[in-house]
């Protein structure tokens, strides 16, 4: 692997060291608005085969990087690939979403599960990883990631998206012993997972805590912040010399920033609900904020994006510590010509924005 | 109408006022979880004629109350009438959701909106009212309700239920002064609506903001609150000799709350999202509060929903100005059984609780 990064902007903003440009990557920024992705996908057949053929994962993890000066690359695959690992059998059906062929439907099932290990289960995302790591040849840095315990569970135990996730909530409230038995062991999984993502070449890693917001305040700390922590306990935090930061990230999560802050993670992912300055002035003196465009404003005229993003910045203020990203995934209708206009206006606007420069 | 109410709880606490016990009511008591209900729809035929007759619209109403002590009837309607009476054409498929048939496509179809008459396109929400007060001859007292603007909007313009509201937000940062013009028109059509629903025996009205958790902090503000509290100003705010409460309803508001009660509503609805107490502190002085059990506790044993009945009590702790409420509607998978272990659970646990106990 190249040590040599060229652009550590996304690194050092995520251990709040001064930078020259305001970082900016993008959620699901390899996705279905590229119309170069919509054609891997169509050649490679399914989803499923994009994650978990190497070339093709590497693939599609470059395209945005081709098209728009990105200040970090992300991972392609799925936060599902674990539970899959695991023996539910993961598959993707047009316009519906995941799902599970075996999904758990009692203890039993649930006690029977093993974490898997990365490098034999889960060695086609470390292939991926490893891949990416010699094709981005040092240009910026690699983001691995994981979906949380509390959200894998989630699918886990409905078997697909859910609308009011009934039976995960049934559990919750009537059998806690038991999903906590569940958390445990996929914290486990998510846990190795991550290290082994950190030993193939990820550079930072982030989780993905997509439904902790569904959670009422006791229950998101008992049922998916306690795992968040566990994880971060046990990653590794250094490679090749450098800090691995981690990031955390409850969509909806905007009540609970401070116990985020308070895991020892190095970065908390904010949505579009929270107001960023309000967030800093709670937590920025801990931890950076990665955040928080509505990704609706992408659907918005170039000039009216910029002004959006301008927002943003001021909402953060000056000074280190920001990553802008939107507050969550590209939706696939978007033009790609906006997200371009969007991370040059991000970059030109912080240029000025930033009191001591780095490097 | 019958100008005596024998329990007047639900209006004292809305108040915050003494009560001997904690009232309780719950969103979509009457619903899809009875087999009552389930019943009447399938003789009606669909869902659209049990909200247009008031024979229907009377009977599902007091379906819950015969089963349960609840201390307040909700008014059975829909939230999308107004719209509907504005020409848009709605429909009801099974397992879709609402469907308009017109839906606003540009600012032509905005600009040509009228605000409809309830006494003639809605009389059959006003007739249903007026039967529905005769029905309960002074049980308990009828609440009556609208959507808010920015969630009518959301129908009117995205057409049906959306995963990324692409439209309504292209809408917002594109267009806003076209989606200004939007929701002024459906804030003077809900103010004149709920006032015909007061005129007609509604004692208290509730204002559904279904959707504006999904906005950023500022443009909640100017696309969501600002026409919620033109509302507040434009309701008859006494009927028959007593204040009629006006109660304000955001889900995934829970970062709004000081802007929700500077309104002047008299109390606002809480998810389950967040937590009563630090609810309570924040704004309990100068409103009531409505919630919060997360709805998904109905799915647990009895004895589990008494704690988690109780925890709630216990959040908001002693003293006047808490409505128990459900965070969110009733889901229709859950046993009435637990609904009713549910009303006795709040009313028994919270006896012990009134310091001074009124009339």
Redesign the interface.
């Known amino acids: 692997m190249n040590a040599v990064l060229h652009n550590d902007r996304l690194l050092r903003a995520l251990l709040r060291q001064p930078v020259d440009v305001t970082p900016i990557w993008l959620m699901r920024q390899a996705g279905r608005y590229l119309p170069e992705y919509r054609a891997a996908r169509a050649r490679a057949g399914s989803f499923m085969a994009l994650c978990q053929i190497p070339d093709w994962a590497c693939e599609i993890t470059l395209q945005p990087l081709a098209r728009f000066p990105l200040d970090a690359a992300i991972l392609f695959s799925d936060i599902l690939t674990v539970p899959d690992a695991m023996g539910l059998g993961l598959s993707f059906s047009d316009g519906e979403g995941p799902r599970f062929a075996r999904p758990l439907r009692s203890a039993a099932d649930i006690a029977r599960l093993a974490v898997p290990d990365p490098e034999v289960e889960l060695r086609y995302v470390l292939d991926a990883v490893r891949l990416i790591r010699r094709e981005l040849d040092g240009c910026v840095p690699l983001i691995g990631f994981s979906g949380s315990p509390w959200t894998l569970a989630t699918y886990m135990v409905e078997g697909s998206s859910s609308k ?3 039976r995960i ?2 559990l ?3 059998q806690p012993s038991v999903l906590h038995c569940l958390l445990d062991t996929v914290a486990r999984a998510v846990t190795v997972y991550l290290n082994g993502q950190i030993a193939a070449g990820a550079q930072a890693v982030m989780v993905f805590d997509t439904w902790g ?8 700390r008992e049922f998916s912040l306690a795992y968040l922590a566990q994880i971060v306990a046990g990653l590794t935090r250094e490679a090749e010399q450098r800090r691995v930061p981690i990031i955390l990230f409850t969509k ?1 999560g ?2 609970w920033l401070e116990d985020l802050a308070a895991t020892g993670c190095d970065a908390v992912g904010v949505d ?4 960023l300055g309000e967030a800093r002035r709670r937590i920025g003196s801990r931890v950076a904020l990665q955040g928080n465009l ?4 992408l ?3 170039p000039e ?1 994006i910029r002004a ?1 993003a301008a ?1 943003v910045l001021a909402d953060f203020g000056t000074g280190p510590g920001h990553i802008f990203n939107l ?1 969550h995934g590209i ?1 696939p ?1 978007v033009d790609p010509d906006r997200v371009g206009a969007l991370v040059a206006a991000v970059h030109e606007l912080s240029r000025s924005r930033q009191p001591d420069r780095g490097t």
């Not at 917001?213 to 998101?220: E, N, Q, S, V």
């Not at 579009?272 to 107001?275: A, E, G, I, N, P």
């Open positions: 009011d996730y009934a909530k049934a919750l409230y009537d917001g569904i959670l009422a305040p006791r229950a998101y909806g905007g009540a579009w609900t929270v107001d509505d990704p609706a404003v659907y918005a005229a009216r959006q927002q507050g939706q209708g």
